[in-house]
C-alpha cells in the first residue's frame, strides 16, 4: 500500500514539474524541486512517527511544524480520507 502511494506521489509530482518547467526558468524550477523533496521527507518522517507507534494528533503536530512555509494547509500540502 505504501508503495503505491509513493509512486503515485511521484507520479504527480513528475507531472507539476512537466507542467511548471514550461512556466518557469532554471532558478524557479531548482526551488520547486528542493521544496517538493523537503515535503516529501516531512511526510516520510510521519510515516515513520505513525509506525512508531505513536498518536497520530502528536504525528500531525510534528509534520505541521516540519512544513511549515512549505506547503499549503494543515497537512503539509496533502490530506488523505480516514
Known amino acids: 500500500m505504501n508503495n503505491v502511494l509513493l509512486v503515485i506521489v511521484f507520479n504527480a ?3 507539476t514539474l512537466s507542467v511548471a518547467s514550461t512556466a518557469h ?3 524557479e524550477i531548482k526551488e520547486d524541486i528542493a521544496r517538493h523533496r523537503a515535503i516529501a521527507l516531512a511526510h516520510e518522517a510521519a510515516a515513520k512517527c505513525l509506525e512508531a507507534g505513536k498518536k497520530e494528533d502528536q504525528c500531525n503536530k510534528e509534520l505541521q511544524a516540519a512544513c511549515k512555509g512549505l506547503a499549503i494547509g494543515k497537512f503539509c ?5 480516514h
Open 25 to 27: 526558468g532554471d532558478k
Open 77 to 81: 500540502g496533502m490530506k488523505h480520507e
Open 13 to 15: 509530482l513528475v507531472a
